[in-house]
């Protein structure tokens, strides 16, 4: 049952689309699912109707279950709230910028930034919430994405160590949910007039972080799953009086609904450009999004760089030896080895869970790759290809051992799509699949 004095608000709020709006929670609600582009490109069986303001966005039946297709594990889609597509198309990062997803959990909008970059750029992707923060790190990892940066800061942090240094910043705000209502039971639960006013807070201190961060003429997307106007147009509002250089960029956006200056008191100029998302008038739920834009021509900071390692010679042999030819800067966590982006900030005094891809692990000399590795590859010489809906397959994924007669690392692959490793002797092909991903 939604609370009552969010009823009592919206119905203030919409007027006489307030039945209307009501009426959409009886409704039963859109599911997305995201194409990896650089996996994969035509649409799949499961891909239903296109989402409109989303390229690559589809939606889906939720019957057919897709996230149990191996598909899923090997990477080629993204399941993604429809109307969550909205923010990081709205951002526009483009490849060979510097990007930053400033609450970036669980990786749905991080990913599709990725793909919008091409694997070109500096993309760097922060959780302040160590959990999620890990949870943020293997969805990159299973969509092949080579050039995050995934750090687990607090944002006010992040604002000393990178002042003016982003083109384009994305700042999902952690918010009171509203428009989560009629997907997650949990947001009706939690949800509290004193929870809006403080998440209102939160997000305009998060706001004030991520603007230090903005280089002059830069780009930043702040978005909200709520409706309420102090979490959004209000947030919005109060930073744009503080900060005359930011101004709210009118956007060509025919699906969405525009901003409502006269649902908070003072509004600034230009909140009318803000654009919302409501559930009975799109197939999608309720958002709320504002593209703004730093003025000036002051120039883009630079920060110092992270020192490239020697890449170990046991490394440099297996890429050689399966013709993997890579494009970045050796860095090594331990025993652990990343190729990074050539804009990597230096990492000393940062909480990083990823930088760039992972290549693998030296272990007494020989290297074990590790499954980001596969992830990331589109072909390699020694390959165990299975059915996506085979047994064999299943087993894989269970962890169990496969028969075959490849030897050595082998790349195991799902209808041609990398998935994950074996090593083979003796008809044996050995589990390296990760543990935690195994399907029991």
């Not at 119905?11 to 996996?39: H, Q, T």
């Not at 990492?347 to 980001?372: I, M, S």
């Amino acid at each position: 049952m939604l609370p009552d004095a969010f009823l009592s608000r919206m119905r203030r709020m919409l007027g006489g689309e307030f039945d209307a709006f009501l009426a959409s929670y009886e409704l039963p609600r859109n599911v997305g699912i995201r194409l990896n582009p650089r996996k994969q490109t035509a649409p799949l069986p499961f891909c239903g109707e296109p989402v409109p303001w989303a390229p690559n966005g589809y939606y889906y039946d939720p019957a057919q279950r897709p996230g149990l297709h191996p598909f899923h594990e090997a990477g080629l889609y993204y399941l993604q709230e429809p109307s969550a597509m909205a923010p990081a198309v709205l951002l526009d990062a483009k490849p060979k910028e510097r990007v930053l997803d400033l609450c970036a959990a669980p990786g749905g909008k991080t990913t599709q930034l990725a793909a919008a970059m091409h694997g070109q750029g500096l993309l760097v992707c922060n959780e302040i919430h160590p959990k999620r923060a890990r949870i943020l790190s293997s969805n990159i990892e299973r969509m092949g994405v080579e050039n995050a940066l995934v750090l687990n800061e607090h944002p006010a942090k992040l604002a000393e160590r990178f002042p003016n240094y982003f083109d384009r910043i994305l700042v999902d705000a952690p918010c009171s949910g509203e428009g989560m209502f009629r997907k997650e039971d949990a947001a009706v639960t939690d949800w509290s007039e004193e929870t809006v006013r403080m998440c209102a807070a939160r997000q305009s201190e998060i706001l004030e972080s991520a603007a230090a961060m903005l280089r002059p003429n830069g780009r930043l997307v702040y978005s909200t799953c709520t409706f309420s106007p102090e979490e959004n147009e209000g947030v919005i509002s109060t930073f744009l009086h503080r900060h005359p250089d930011f101004s709210v960029l009118p956007c060509d956006a025919p699906y969405f609904d525009r901003g409502r200056p006269d649902w908070i008191e003072n509004p600034a100029d230009g909140i009318e450009h803000t654009l919302r998302l409501f559930p009975h008038k799109l197939r999608g739920e309720g958002h709320f999004a504002a593209v703004l834009q730093r003025s000036g021509e002051g120039a883009q900071n630079d920060v110092s760089l992270q020192a490239a390692a020697r890449l170990p010679e046991e490394i440099g042999a297996f890429l050689k030896e399966n013709e993997i030819s890579i494009d970045g800067i050796p860095v090594a966590f331990g025993d652990t080895w990343f190729l990074a982006p050539h804009e990597l900030p230096e990492l000393r005094g940062l909480r990083v869970l990823r930088a760039g891809l992972e290549l693998g692990q030296t272990r007494k000399g020989r290297f074990v790759p590790a499954h980001a590795l596969a992830l990331w590859l589109e072909t390699f010489p020694n390959t165990f290809d299975l059915p996506a809906d085979s047994r064999e397959l299943a087993a894989y994924l269970r962890g169990e051992t496969l028969h075959g007669d490849n030897r050595g690392w082998t790349l195991i692959t799902a209808d041609g799509h990398p998935i994950g490793w074996t090593r083979g002797a003796d008809g044996i092909l050995k589990n390296h699949y990760p543990k935690g991903l195994r399907r029991f």
